[in-house]
């Protein structure tokens, strides 16, 4: 069973600064890309930033220069270093990996998309 556990998420002050990790465990093959989403209260989960296994990331572009993500592969576990944080980063933010886990059809593994339960982040004076 795969799980995914996030942590570092709380209330801070504009401008200031949080790092969100999310470590993976279980029966994992392989990751193949690690990233986050989050959802404000009212809207739909939007994509924030993508890690793949070969060390290529993405940003959306209302996080870049202040949002940065990293992998720390012999670990599994994916970070989300925040900087400069405003009030409409406020939102719940969610881990999401791509993983191969071990199976027995022909291939040797199987692929799925596995999801954190959601770290809140408050961004208020």
């Known amino acids: 069973q795969v799980q995914l556990v996030e942590s570092g998420g709380g209330l801070v002050q504009p401008g200031g600064s949080l790092r969100l990790s999310c470590a993976a465990s279980?029966?994992?093959?392989?990751?193949?890309?690690m990233g986050w989403y989050r959802q404000a209260t009212g809207k739909q989960r939007e994509l924030v930033a993508t890690?793949?296994?070969?060390?290529?990331?993405m940003h959306a572009d209302s996080v870049k220069g202040r949002f940065t993500i990293s992998r720390d592969n012999a670990k599994n576990t994916v970070y989300l270093q925040m900087n400069s944080l405003k009030s409409e980063d406020t939102a719940v933010y969610y881990c999401?990996?791509?993983?191969?886990?071990?199976?027995?059809?022909?291939?040797?593994?199987?692929?799925?998309?596995?999801w954190g339960q959601g770290t809140q982040v408050t961004v208020s004076s």
């Open positions: 999401n990996a791509l993983i191969s886990t071990p199976a027995t059809t022909y291939t040797g593994w199987a692929t799925n998309d596995y």
């Open positions: 279980g029966s994992i093959f392989s990751i193949r890309a």
């Open positions: 890690a793949t296994n070969n060390g290529r990331t």
